[in-house]
Nanobody, 114 residues
Framework: QVQLVESGGGLVQAGGSLRLSCAAS????????MGWYRQAPGKQRELVAR???????KYADSVKGRFTISREYAKNTVYLQMNSLQPEDTAVYYC????????WGQGTQVTVSS
């Protein structure tokens, strides 16, 4: 079992920044990748950024150049630095860990006001 706890969401004005954190615990050996996904009201959950255990990153086109995913192995924590936030970035952001199955955090709300 893997437990994921997200933090760092909140309300920010357009153009502002937030940093999300996701602390992993439990059976974290064997994690293939970790990532951030988001779900806006009435929409499907979508990939925001993903980081493999080999350091390969993947970003949604809509966040390239604005968001950065990183991982601090000593703290078993993954971060999502979000800059130049826009109202369309408003969503619940979920942290995911990918092993032989997927694990998800409880989600953290990000609201960007115009």
């Amino acid at each position: 079992q893997v437990q994921l706890v997200e933090s760092g969401g909140g309300l920010v004005q357009a153009g502002g920044s937030l940093r999300l954190s996701c602390a992993a615990s439990g059976s974290i050996v064997g994690i293939i990748a970790m990532g951030w996904y988001r779900q806006a009201p009435g929409k499907q959950r979508e990939l925001v950024a993903r980081l493999s255990s080999h350091g390969i990153t993947k970003y949604a086109d809509s966040v390239k150049g604005r968001f950065t995913i990183s991982r601090e192995y000593a703290k078993n924590t993954v971060y999502l630095q979000m800059n130049s936030l826009q109202p369309e970035d408003t969503a619940v952001y979920y942290c995911g860990a990918f092993l032989w199955r997927e694990y998800w955090g409880q989600g953290t709300q990000v609201t960007v006001s115009s």
